[in-house]
């Protein structure tokens, strides 16, 4: 369900459409969209899984000249590399078992339009090749033909994964990632954008109340400040899972700590996965203003809050940077790894049955 819905309460945000939110972060996206939209640039979204890009690459298409055209989207990554390279280029009868007819690709579909590809990181070195003649002569052929087909496609790309470090592990290559990246707009994670947590929550809780027969018209403080405290790995889709969960699961009309899951009250253990992407500068910051705002917190406390949220950060993201292996994870870090395994039980990344890893 898109986070359809006022853009702002300040008359003098950028409107953009269909987008709710007003942090400075959002601004600075809202900023960007409007400015390249009306080009026929190709631009790379690049943000963690479920903080909105399709919803920008939408507002890029519809504040465009190519508005009128068709809007196509793309998952690559819920694709086998045969299947993605017809769905993309299409092909002709015979080409392959099962191809009894001819066939229009997504490009082809998308002409005078826009083209969308999610999770771009996921095609192969084979597709890749394809998608930069295409970028760079817009041309290509179908599957099993010979006959060149010209298009005039606009190309929007998406990555949860930082491409440039793809690049590196030689699994994407360079000369495409420059030809998608003429404008990278990074969509900010929710927990960079709390202020922004009230208008979704009630967004939310209007949609989910009409699609439920319900009427969840209020929050009790100690639930708003869960949700606002919480660090929302899953992002503004985790948080419209969570919302839906409580109106379907309330009593009254109240939305209740009790209704929230243990993940968000800590009750329940953040699983290690979704601390990945974390900018530690940004966590930094945010542990600071947290911290002086506190009444009565002094120095020293402060310096410990900083410290152990970060050090609990960084030794998340290389376990999962060495697949969870401790001695690799060790040697990274450059500690011994029976201090990095009491580390990781003290901050409750490792699990019961993470214990001989």
Not at 105 to 113: C, L, S, V
Not at 162 to 176: I, K, N, P, Y
Not at 274 to 297: C, K, N, P, T
Request: aromatic letters at 6%.
């Amino acid at each position: 369900m898109p986070v359809y819905g006022p853009t702002s309460r300040d008359e003098n945000a950028p409107p953009i459409p269909g987008i709710i939110g007003t942090s400075p972060a959002m601004q600075e996206v809202y900023r960007l969209t409007r400015r390249v939209a009306r080009s026929n640039a190709s631009v790379l979204l690049m943000g963690e899984t479920g903080v909105g890009k399709e919803l920008i690459a939408t507002a890029l298409h519809r504040l465009s000249h190519r508005a009128t055209g068709p809007f196509v989207k793309v998952n690559c990554g819920a694709l086998s590399e045969s299947l993605l390279e017809s769905e993309l280029f299409g092909h002709v009868r015979g080409a392959f078992t099962g191809a009894v007819s001819n066939r229009i690709g997504r490009f082809e579909a998308a002409h005078t339009g826009t083209l969308f590809l999610d999770e771009i990181n996921s095609t192969t070195p084979h597709l890749q090749v394809k998608l930069l003649r295409v970028l760079q002569e817009h041309e290509f052929e179908r599957v099993g033909d010979t006959q060149t087909v010209r298009v005039d496609t606009r190309l929007i790309a998406a990555s949860n994964r930082e491409l440039l470090d793809e690049v590196d592990a030689e699994r994407f290559r360079e000369d495409l990632y420059w030809r998608l990246n003429v404008v990278p707009i990074v969509i900010p994670p929710l927990r960079m954008r709390r202020e922004d947590i009230p208008d979704l929550v009630s967004h939310f809780l209007n949609y989910y109340n009409e699609a439920n027969d319900r009427y969840v018209a209020h929050i009790q403080p100690q639930a708003r400040e869960a949700l606002q405290d919480y660090h929302w790995p899953g992002n503004v889709r985790e948080l419209q899972n969570y919302v839906e969960r409580a109106v379907i699961m309330a009593e009254g009309d109240e939305l209740t700590y009790d209704l929230l899951p243990g993940t968000v009250t800590g009750k329940q253990r953040t699983r290690r996965g979704q601390i990945r992407g974390v900018d530690l500068d940004s966590l930094i910051e945010e542990v600071v203003q947290q911290g002086l705002a506190d009444a009565g917190a002094d120095a020293e406390n402060l310096h410990a809050r900083i410290v152990d949220r970060v050090e609990r950060e960084l030794i998340a993201q290389v376990m999962t940077l060495c697949n969870d292996v401790q001695i690799k994870a060790a040697a990274r870090l450059g500690i011994n790894r029976n201090t990095l395994h009491k580390k990781l039980k003290d901050y409750q990344i490792l699990q019961e049955d993470d214990e001989t890893s």
